[in-house]
């Protein structure tokens, strides 16, 4: 073998053993009154749902009661708890959308007001979803927004989960 191969053949070895280098995610964010965003029918029950445009044409599907409220995204939600870590649940207005740079959000990260009885929301969560091209979506987990670097905690599992994470197949992370 040539030098030159050999140096070749070393430099293209060293390319294939460095790791890919990630795919650069970028945040966009929005704002929501969900109160004066489209209503759903009333059916007599006493929990509201209120529809919002959302980015990208993911839909925010609001959910409040008496005690608590929750945020859906898309048409193909699926139903299930916010976190095992608090009973009652309040959703904030902001919704920080995060996914590759200059393409669509693949995760919305939502922080919440938490707590174990209602009038008493001491805790703050923020919940992490995966948003699915099919328009379903779900929980990939929840960071105690308490902590220090919640944020970037909150953005790493989203980055790290989302492209792949498997709705009612995966678990979920809580810390």
Partial sequence: MTIARLALAIGFATVLA???RAEQWAS???????AKCRKDKDNGD???????????????????????????????????????????????????????KGGR???????????????????????IYRLALDGSSCIIGSVNARKPDANAAARRLAE????????????????
Wanted: charged residues 25%; contains cysteine; proline residues 5%.
């Fill in 46 to 100: 006493p929990v509201l749902i209120h529809r919002c445009a959302g980015k990208a044409g993911i839909s925010v599907i609001w959910t409040a009661g008496d005690d608590s409220s929750a945020v859906e995204f898309g048409a193909k939600a699926l139903q299930e708890t916010i976190s095992d870590k608090a009973s009652f649940f309040e959703a904030g207005r902001t919704i920080e959308w995060r996914g590759p």
């Fill in 18 to 20: 460095l790791p890919l």
């Fill in 105 to 127: 959000p693949q995760a919305a990260i939502l922080r919440y007001a938490t707590g174990a009885r209602v009038g008493k929301l001491d805790g703050s969560r923020l919940v």
């Fill in 160 to 175: 790290e989960k989302a492209p792949g994470f498997r709705c009612g197949q995966d678990t979920r992370s809580e810390d």
């Fill in 28 to 34: 966009s964010y929005t704002t929501h009154d969900y």
